[in-house]
């Protein structure tokens, strides 16, 4: 049974556009949504986190949107750069410093 | 300050063989998780330690796979008798503990089982 399902699996935007990535949980008692970054070779990064008390964030050019009567939070990226072409998860936690469910990840890439 | 450490970068052993893959997490971090990324995969929880309380092993996919964490610090997982299906990305990650959610993670180890 997989928690957090992801879609888009692959996304190409042209520069300047917007990108939206899809999540969507089960276990309604999640309450720390976290979207991560992750360029090859590396590490995932944290990119920015929402909790379901409020129903979006936005820091600089990435908004996440929540739904909480849906259960599906999205990831927005505004004026896409191909900068920001990589491999992006959303995950979900119970509580404080739990382990995270991730989501399959999307790979996104923008073209010039 | 330096990030999470993980050692060897790239690991290839045959079947069968015990591997060991190390992981320093940030300094005063005081929760280490271990995640599996698989080709085409999310990433998959393995282990969890949070201080000094008994780990978290309920992520691990088989008593095949253990882990330590020595004075709250530097981790292990070991991996007996590998199996091709164990080929993956092993990822280690750290946090604050109860201060932060934030999963800081390493580079990862690339483990090839032929």
């Known amino acids: 049974q997989q928690q957090v399902k992801q879609s888009p699996q692959s996304l190409i935007v042209q520069k300047g556009g917007i990108s939206i990535i899809n999540c969507a949980y089960e276990?309604?008692?999640?309450?720390?949504f976290p979207w991560y970054q992750q360029f090859p070779g590396k590490g995932p990064a944290l990119l920015i986190a929402i909790r379901p008390d409020v129903s979006e964030k936005k820091e600089g050019r990435f908004t996440i949107s929540f739904n909480k009567s849906a259960k599906q939070f999205s990831l927005h990226i505004m004026d896409s750069q191909p900068g920001d072409s990589a491999t992006y998860f959303c995950?979900?936690?119970?509580?404080?410093?739990?382990?995270?469910?991730f989501g399959k990840g999307t790979r996104l890439s923008v073209i010039a | 300050g330096a990030g999470v450490s993980q050692s060897p970068s790239n690991k290839v052993t045959e079947k069968g063989k015990d591997v060991e893959l190390r992981c320093d997490p940030i300094?005063?971090?005081?929760?280490l998780y271990w995640y599996r990324q698989s080709l085409g995969q999310g990433l998959e929880f393995l282990i969890y330690?949070?201080?000094?309380?008994?780990?978290?092993k309920s992520g691990l996919p088989s008593d095949r796979f253990s882990a330590e964490r020595t004075g709250g610090s530097v981790s292990t997982l070991t991996i007996q008798r590998t199996q091709q299906e164990d080929s993956a990305v092993y990822l280690c990650?750290?946090?604050?503990?109860?201060?932060?959610?934030?999963?800081?993670f390493g580079p990862g180890t690339r483990l090839t089982v032929l």
């Open positions: 300094s005063g971090h005081t929760a």
């Open positions: 990650a750290s946090s604050l503990g109860s201060a932060s959610n934030t999963q800081y």
């Open positions: 276990n309604t008692a999640f309450d720390y």
């Open positions: 330690f949070q201080g000094n309380s008994a780990p978290d």
């Open positions: 995950a979900a936690s119970l509580q404080r410093n739990t382990p995270l469910v």
